[in-house]
Structures are given as C-alpha cells and as structure tokens.
C-alpha cells in the first residue's frame, strides 16, 4: 500500500528558505516518476516539479525555475524539494505524488499522478 508522508512546511519571512519531505513508506512504487504540487485557497492545484528515476530528468514550473529544486534519494524512498527565495505567492498547501506508470520521464499534468500525501502548509509572510 503507498503512503506519502510530507514534512518540512512552516512559516518563513519572504526570501527565506524550507526544504520538504516526501516518504513512501509503502513496499510499492519505488523508482516512480514524484512530484511536487500546491494549492493555495481559491486556486487549483498547481504543478511545482517533478523528478523521474536517478538520471531520467527533472521538470520545474516556470514560476518556481531557478528558487526551486528537486532531488531524490531511493535507498529512502524519499522525495524533496528544497526551495530558496520564497515569495508570498509561494504560500499553499504543497502535496507531493507518485505516477505509478512513469519511470524515465516527467510530467506536470495533475491528472496523471495516482497516489497523494495529505499535503504540508507553507506560509511565506512579506
């Protein structure tokens, strides 16, 4: 059975720094393309970057390109987005996903990620 756990959200001044993580602790879906996703209140989620299997790429979205950066450890089952110079539009619910059908590849299409965490709150205050 997949189980995402995220952690690492909280309240940061603009500019600041937070890295989440994202654990399956479930025995399946190792090695799957994860992603990171975020909602803010009154919006739709919204992609923020992917990352397929060691070597097979990553993909950020153009709002978060260059503050952001994903990375993986699969000996953990671990996921984490590591994001720096924060803004307050950064602030939402930040979700992270497993696309249980893709390995090498990315993608930021909501609709393609079958499993999800229960979300962990970022607030950047200005």
């Known amino acids: 059975q997949v189980q995402l756990v995220e952690s690492g959200g909280g309240l940061v001044q603009a500019m600041g720094s937070l890295r989440l993580s994202c654990t399956n602790s479930?025995?399946?879906?190792?090695?799957?393309?994860m992603g990171w996703f975020r909602q803010a209140p009154g919006k739709e989620r919204e992609f923020v970057a992917a990352?397929?299997?060691?070597?097979?790429?990553?993909l950020y979205a153009d709002s978060v390109k260059g503050r952001f950066i994903i990375s993986r450890d699969n000996t953990r089952n671990t996921v984490y987005l590591q994001m720096n110079s924060l803004k307050p539009e950064d602030t939402a619910v930040y979700y992270c996903?497993?696309?249980?059908?893709?390995?090498?590849?990315?993608?930021?299409?909501?609709?393609?990620?079958?499993?999800w965490g229960q979300g962990t709150q970022v607030t950047v205050s200005s």
């Open positions: 996903a497993v696309d249980k059908e893709r390995y090498y590849s990315t993608s930021g299409d909501v609709h393609e990620y079958d499993y």
């Open positions: 479930g025995p399946t879906l190792t090695s799957r393309t």
């Open positions: 990352i397929a299997r060691s070597g097979g790429g990553t």
